[in-house]
C-alpha cells in the first residue's frame, strides 16, 4: 500500500496502492494493464485506457486497451488459462478508442458499451439512460458514471478482500488527478457528482490511466 494520502472530500482520504489483485468470494479484480496519460512536448499526449479481469461464476473483462493491445490482451488472457471466447461479458466504460480498441476479439461476450447491451447484432433494452444501475448478478453491477462522456459507466464489484471494487474509466484518470480530470469532461457538475458517488460507496476505486487507490472513511 502506498503512504501518501490525499484528502479529495471532508473526511475521505485516497491512497495510492500497489496491489493489481483483489481476490474475493465468489468474484475477484485484476488489473491486467494500467492505463497511462502522458503529456509529450509537441503539445500531444500519450494515453491508454486500464484493463480490468473480473473472474468468479462469470468472466467479465473491463475496458479492452486500444488496437495495439490486441496481442497483449491474447498473451495475457492465455497466461491465465482464458481464451476470447471464455469471456461472458465486455463492458466498454466508453467509447474511447483507448479503452474498446479491441471489441473485435470477443464476438462471443455479451457487449455493454456505454449504456448500449447487445449480444451480436442483437440488442436489449435497459434502463442505464435513465440513470439505473444494470445488474450482471447480485454481485457485479453496471453503474452510469457520466461526465467525461454523456454515457459513461462504470462496474462495482462486492466481496472482493478489499471490499467493494469500482472499475471506474475515466470516472477518475488516476488516484492524484487533481483537477486535471475536468479537462477532458464533457461535464464537470455532473462528473462531481459521479465522483462524489463513487467516493461514498467504494472502497477501492480502478481508475481509467493509472493504478488502483484505495478510500479511507474516518
Known sequence: MGTDSKVVCGELRTVPLSEVDFPGQPYSVSVLKAGYCLPQSDGTFKANGTITLITG????????????????????????????????????????????????????????????????????????????AHSIDEH?????????TGQDVSVQVLGTSAGTVLVAGDLFECCSDEDSWRDVS?????????????????????????????????
Not at 103 to 130: C, Q, W
Not at 140 to 148: C, L
Open 57 to 132: 461464476p462469470r468472466t467479465i473483462l473491463v475496458d479492452t486497451g486500444g488496437p495495439w493491445d490486441r496481442e497483449f490482451l491474447l498473451t495475457t488472457l492465455k497466461k491465465r488459462s482464458l481464451e476470447p471466447g471464455d469471456i461472458d461479458v465486455v463492458v466498454g466504460t466508453h467509447g474511447h478508442s483507448d479503452h474498446i480498441g479491441n471489441l473485435s476479439l470477443f464476438p462471443t461476450a455479451v457487449m455493454i458499451v456505454g449504456h448500449d447491451i447487445s449480444e451480436g447484432d442483437s440488442y436489449r433494452p435497459n434502463k442505464l439512460v435513465e440513470g439505473h
Open 140 to 148: 457485479v453491477s453496471v453503474v452510469p458514471s457520466p461526465g467525461h
Open 186 to 218: 464533457m461535464d464537470t457538475a455532473v462528473q462531481e457528482v459521479s465522483r462524489q458517488e463513487a467516493l461514498r460507496t467504494a472502497d477501492v476505486i480502478i481508475p481509467g490511466h493509472g493504478l488502483p487507490f484505495r478510500v479511507l472513511r474516518n
